[in-house]
């Protein structure tokens, strides 16, 4: 079989090294040739989606297996079902969008410029490969390998305070990774063993013994709260929102920080079935207060990149209610919700990033009356403002009406609750486009400049795979449903025993 997944990791690390390697007369087009690579990649994931077989989506495709480390028992595995492979599309669509969006960003620099996209290059051949990986060694080594771009893009590109946002985040995530690693070392020791002893499908449904386990979910799951990032994990995402590049937390947010909730999917509930229904309710506790708590810090914030951080930290409040629920409707709902969520806050950190570029300035009270003067402009912000409220015909909207319908049944009082957030989201949203675009028009804003063609060519595809997965959301259910059904049978035989 072709290798698709090895491919797809491999292109962009030869990207960054070729965007490295031009020579000084060339450093010109590093722009051209990085936008090359990520579009090459898309069109490469494209034909991979097309040879997907939608009917067994819930098995593993486009399976590749070498041996690795023998001694211990790790492979090269790499595949994807349907959950898998929804994320590395997420990721192939947004990399290409974020490259485009920063195309006027040190354009007189383009030594720092290549550095800056070589790094995005090697974030997208992990963001790859994390998705795809069989092996939990393997996921663990890209797990805290890909630390090393993101400290770098956080601590070498952005504001003042990217050094300490740098630290904070690397601090939170080792933290989190150190302690998986010892259940990681645990589980060769508790295992089934054997030459592939670190294979998902070996470990799923092992019996650990019941301490074992929760001790090692806990381990695993700690660090998957950091990084979705839940309550109290969770302050290093506003540091870094407000610090770094747009276009680095857009990727970080939208896509890298769904590994927490793709690990508790994929492979907390597959390996530690038991221990998973053990912590559930407190878990959905702590689902329910990040829903609210981040849905009203996002109300009672002044930079607008500190309040789209706070909303996430409120949508993947849901994500995990809906996958802790163990219920069909609800984890198809947080696995879609997953993708959505990714078109809707990179859309909105992009069309914010946008908004700043115009006058240099992240805080609402800086702005007021930009309808009247950039009514494009105006109408993009407010669309992609509505994706993150959930309204009805965009796509946010059928996985967050999923996740509430189907952990309805097991977790009413959490449900009712968290559809506070609901409310509260369209509090934050509606009152941030009154006070930047709507009364009379602050001086020195009156010559504020359009949405450019180019700034379009970003937003506007997003905004419409939002439509189209929202009047027609099969499209993207029917890949999930299948995966879904699979991880629920794993914890339904547990139950059952």
Not at 94 to 99: D, E, F, K, R
Not at 301 to 328: E, N, P
Not at 373 to 386: E, K
């Amino acid at each position: 079989m072709f290798p698709f997944l090895t491919i797809l990791v491999l292109l962009p690390l030869a990207g960054a090294a070729l965007v490295r390697a031009l020579p000084d007369g060339a450093r010109g087009r590093v722009r051209e040739v990085a936008l090359g690579v990520t579009l090459l990649e898309a069109l490469i994931g494209l034909v991979m989606l097309t040879q997907f077989d939608l009917g067994d989506a819930g098995t593993q495709q486009f399976t590749e297996t070498y041996e690795w480390i023998p001694q211990i028992g790790t492979s090269w595995a790499l595949g994807v079902n349907g959950f898998g492979l929804s994320m590395i599309v997420l990721a192939l669509i947004l990399t290409p969008l974020v490259i485009l969006a920063e195309w006027r960003k040190d354009k007189k620099d383009p030594a720092r410029t290549a550095r800056y996209l070589a790094l995005i290059l090697v974030l997208q051949a992990f963001m790859v490969a994390i998705f795809a990986a069989r092996d939990v060694f393997l996921f663990y080594v890209i797990f805290e390998a890909m630390l090393i771009p993101l400290y770098f893009l956080i601590g070498g590109f952005g504001g003042e305070q990217r050094r300490y946002a740098a630290v904070k985040f690397l601090l939170y995530s080792l933290a989190g990774g150190l302690i998986m690693l010892v259940a990681v070392v645990a589980l060769y020791f508790v295992g089934p063993g054997g030459e592939q002893a670190y294979l998902i499908d070996n470990l799923a449904g092992y019996d650990f013994g019941t301490t074992p386990e929760r001790l090692m979910f806990l381990a695993f799951f700690l660090a998957f709260a950091i990084k979705a990032p839940m309550v109290p994990v969770h302050t290093w995402l506003p540091t870094v929102a407000e610090t770094a590049r747009p276009g680095t937390t857009a990727l970080l947010v939208a896509v890298l920080d769904k590994i927490g909730t793709f690990g508790m999917i994929t492979l907390g509930l597959v390996i530690f079935p038991e221990a998973s229904q053990w912590a559930a309710p407190v878990i959905i506790v702590f689902a329910v207060i990040s829903v609210i708590y981040g849905a009203i810090a996002a109300i009672g914030q002044t930079d607008m990149l500190r309040l789209v951080s706070f909303t996430s930290v409120s949508h993947f409040g849901i994500m995990v209610l809906g996958i802790y629920a163990f219920q069909q409707t609800s984890v198809e709902g947080a696995a879609l919700y997953m993708f959505n969520h990714g078109l809707s806050t990179g859309a909105l950190f992009l069309v914010v990033a946008f908004l700043i570029d115009r006058k240099g300035s992240p805080y609402v009270g800086d702005y007021g009356g930009l309808q009247k003067v950039v009514p494009v402009f105006a109408g993009t912000f407010l669309i992609v403002g509505l994706s993150a409220l959930a309204l009805p015909g965009l796509s946010p909207f059928v996985s967050e009406i999923m996740v509430l319908v189907g952990a309805f049944e097991v977790a009413k009082i959490a449900v009712i609750v968290s559809a506070t957030g609901v409310i509260l989201a369209a509090l934050y949203v509606l009152l941030t486009y009154q006070k930047v675009f709507t009364g009379p028009t602050k001086k020195g804003l009156e010559k504020t400049r359009e949405l450019t063609l180019r700034e379009r060519l970003v937003l506007w595809p997003l905004i419409g795979l939002m439509l189209v997965l929202g009047f027609f959301p099969s499209l993207a259910i029917d890949y999930l449903r299948e995966p879904a059904a699979a991880v629920l049978t794993t914890i339904n035989a547990e139950v059952s025993e």
